[in-house]
């Protein structure tokens, strides 16, 4: 590849391109019409998302020496349906009303019932069509990876690293919602949530993947460049996904402002706020935090909470701490330049982003 064609931009055209395909392959137009609200959500679903997973993948791959072929960008791919399955869900358990600014799944799949007149409940049909369609997608996840057409060897290498990544996720969903149950949380609570819902799964892993596929089998250099540099990257990646869920634009997030205070969300910049909080300030985010009726007062409330607590800037400190480390640890790693490269990109768009 030349330069241009390593961009991420073209990176991401080559992964939509076998999202496209392959998902037409499953479930095609001109089948029985009933499937095709579950195509049309997938399909709109898909469109959106950063790409981020498969890149981190394609350049552990071209890191350890793989070389460019459809099969490496289809195998990458996979992990966007990874992706959609676990946002589905996570939008049913979190009861969110829009995703990439259009409506979550269970809530287009509601109104579908509304609108046709069927009988029954229809929040509880659009919840119970939405975890099918997650479903779906986990499924279609694996079969992706498995019919990739890269190497049968390559594909066995990297399976154990795959499973691990799907037990994580799922084990990481559990964490967050045990995490609201408990109603309080530490510093050390809100990072292994952090890094079991989101950073291995976002950077750790695929990365660890990509090498995998490459090598067969990881040297102990690869091992240390997924921790060394891709835990903490994924780490930062996910408190900056929890800044941006209390202060994100919702014309850029897709989602209205402040939802994750709404769904009460456990994060670093709760813990970070609650231990640095006067008693008075420490009961009005409990009394808001977690209140589905938060109005937009008592969001700039506790975003005045959370920023007047130094919260916020302690929080942007820690995202630039991680990322400094990992840039460290890839800078020991035996890459290529190009791989290098790429991966420092990768590292400052994942952190530094506002959607």
């Not at 679903?45 to 070389?67: E, H, I, Q």
């Not at 993947?209 to 997924?226: F, K, V």
């Not at 709404?262 to 970070?272: F, I, N, S």
């Amino acid at each position: 590849m030349t330069s241009d064609a390593a961009s991420m931009d073209v990176l991401r055209t080559r992964v939509e391109r076998a999202l496209g395909a392959f998902v037409e392959r499953q479930l095609p137009a001109s089948g029985d019409p009933d499937f095709q609200p579950l195509r049309t959500a997938a399909e709109d679903l898909l469109a959106g998302g950063k790409r981020l997973r498969p890149a981190f993948c394609y350049w552990g791959w071209r890191g350890a020496g793989g070389a460019d072929g459809p099969g490496i960008f289809t195998a990458a791919a996979s992990l966007e349906l990874l992706q959609a399955s676990a946002l589905v869900h996570d939008d049913v358990m979190d009861k969110s009303d829009l995703r990439r600014g259009m409506p979550a799944a269970h809530r287009r799949f509601e109104a579908l019932h509304e609108k046709e007149g069927w009988h029954g409940s229809a929040p509880q049909f659009g919840e119970g069509a939405a975890i099918l369609l997650g479903n779906l997608l986990l499924i279609w996840s694996g079969e992706m990876w498995r019919t990739s057409g890269l190497p049968r060897e390559s594909l066995e290498a990297a399976q154990p690293v795959h499973d691990h990544m799907r037990t994580e996720l799922m084990c990481g969903q559990y964490l967050d919602l045990l995490e609201q149950a408990h109603g309080e949380n530490t510093f050390d609570s809100a990072l292994r949530v952090a890094l079991y819902k989101s950073g291995k799964y976002s950077v750790e892993q695929p990365l660890r993947l990509g090498l995998a596929l490459a090598a067969r089998e990881l040297a102990p250099w690869m091992d240390e460049l997924c921790t060394g540099y891709g835990r903490r990257v994924g780490i930062a990646f996910q408190l900056r996904d929890d800044i941006l869920g209390v202060f994100g634009d919702p014309a850029q997030t897709g989602k209205p402002a402040g939802d994750d205070l709404r769904e009460g969300k456990r994060t670093m910049l709760v813990a970070r706020t609650l231990a640095a909080a006067s008693p008075g300030e420490a009961a009005t985010v409990r009394r808001l935090l977690g209140d589905p009726g938060l109005d937009e007062d008592g969001v700039t409330t506790l975003r005045g909470v959370i920023e007047g607590t130094g919260a916020l800037s302690a929080c942007e400190d820690l995202i630039g701490d991680y990322l400094g480390e990992a840039l460290d640890a890839l800078g020991r790693a035996p890459v290529t330049e190009e791989a290098r490269a790429a991966l420092k990109d990768l590292a400052i768009a994942a952190t530094s982003r506002t959607t």
